[in-house]
């Protein structure tokens, strides 16, 4: 079976529908035909210093949403980055072999950095890809399911790879990323040319997975949709009602060119009542699931120590070849 991981940061209360659409639904059905590791990056976290009460509860309503929404701890690893120690020992490794320029060009760290100015932004969120890269190495990952905001820094997984590769000797799988085209960037619902984003969304324009059917109605329902009245997939002209209809399409795994049948001559209207009505009943389920998940954190902790101790085998295999390739005496 080949080898599938990827990771999300626990920096809200609560996944949104990009990160559900783009990533978490590949997660789920990959489980089937992967074998399959799924962690929480809270070492990526921390690079934005949440306080240590938020981090906490934010990754067990990370892991119960992970749970909710159908990662089978069965079938499927998932952990918490954190408690996986060898993650943190990888990344100063591959940081020793990664060029300044290289990690300078990675446009997320411009982008998060820009907020505070080029000088103050912290050194964590400088080589946070290359801590990514490490979780991806570590497990030998073959495929990595994502959204297309992180290609970038899958390219500098795989380039970290061979270049450990041919500098220490074969090591390292070189990783694929794996994204859904109808799915990679899901938009803002108020600003349809931009990404839907836990930092950079307003609450208007964020589909929240935690959120009651309410809020999430009236936001599909007041949605920024485009000029004209008909419901056809453009993305040029009509960026808006084309995110809707992949919404729309995704979740109820109907084709564009049916749903556009579907809405002629019906307008906007009709249409957005119809996808949010799709969203709350992908959501609602997740949202119970996660809610009794939470009610008993003993239960959850323990299920991530399980999955954790599975992630650690993994990473002690690898560790043990990285550090004699590297030079480091063993001790003995
Ligand atoms: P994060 O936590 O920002 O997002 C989690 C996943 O959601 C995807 N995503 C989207 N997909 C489509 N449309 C959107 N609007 C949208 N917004 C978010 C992201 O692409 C991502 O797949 N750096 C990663 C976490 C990470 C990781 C890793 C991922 C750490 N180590 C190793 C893979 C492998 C991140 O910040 O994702």
Redesign the pocket.
């Known amino acids: 079976r080949p080898r599938v991981?990827?990771?999300?940061?626990p920096?809200a209360e609560s996944f949104?529908l990009?990160?559900f659409?783009?990533?978490v639904r590949q997660w789920v059905d990959m489980q089937e035909t992967h074998d399959a590791f799924y962690f929480i990056?809270d070492l990526?976290a921390i690079t934005v210093n949440p306080s240590a009460a938020e981090l906490r509860r934010r990754t067990r309503v990370s892991a119960a949403q992970l749970f909710g929404a159908g990662i089978d701890p069965e079938r499927s690893t998932l952990f918490v980055q954190s408690q996986v120690r060898e993650h943190a020992e990888l990344a100063w490794i591959l940081m020793c072999n990664t060029g300044m320029g290289e990690a300078a060009r990675m446009t997320q760290f411009k982008d998060k950095s820009a907020k505070y100015g080029e000088s103050s932004a912290g050194v964590g969120l400088f080589t946070y890809p290359i801590?990514?890269a490490a979780?991806?190495l570590m497990y030998q990952a073959d495929f990595?399911p994502?959204?297309?905001?992180?290609k970038q820094?899958l390219e500098l997984t795989r380039d970290l790879a061979q270049r450990f590769n041919s500098r220490y000797g074969q090591t390292f799988t070189v990783p694929a990323p794996y994204i859904l085209k109808e799915?990679?960037?899901?938009?803002d619902l108020q600003d349809p040319l931009a990404?839907?984003?836990k930092s950079s969304s307003s609450p208007q324009g964020l589909l929240e997975v935690l959120e009651e059917p309410g809020p999430l109605r009236k936001k599909i329902m007041r949605a920024v949709t485009d000029t004209g009245s008909e419901v056809v997939a453009d993305p040029e002209n009509k960026p808006g009602v084309t995110n809707l209809l992949r919404i729309q399409s995704v979740l109820t795994g109907t084709p564009i060119p049916e749903l556009e049948a579907r809405y002629a001559g019906l307008g906007y209207g009709a249409f957005k009542k119809d996808v949010a009505e799709v969203v709350v009943d992908a959501f609602a389920p997740i949202r119970e699931r996660t809610e009794k998940l939470l009610s008993d954190e003993a239960e959850l902790d323990r299920m991530l120590a399980v999955g954790a101790e599975r992630a650690s085998a993994v990473a002690r295999e690898t560790m043990e070849q990285v550090r004699e390739r590297v030079g480091f005496l063993p001790r003995r």
Do not use: F, Y
């Open positions: 991981l990827s990771g999300i940061q920096t949104h990009g990160n659409l783009g990533a990056a990526h801590l990514q979780d991806i990595v994502v959204g297309g905001d992180q820094h799915v990679e960037k899901i938009a990404k839907m984003s």
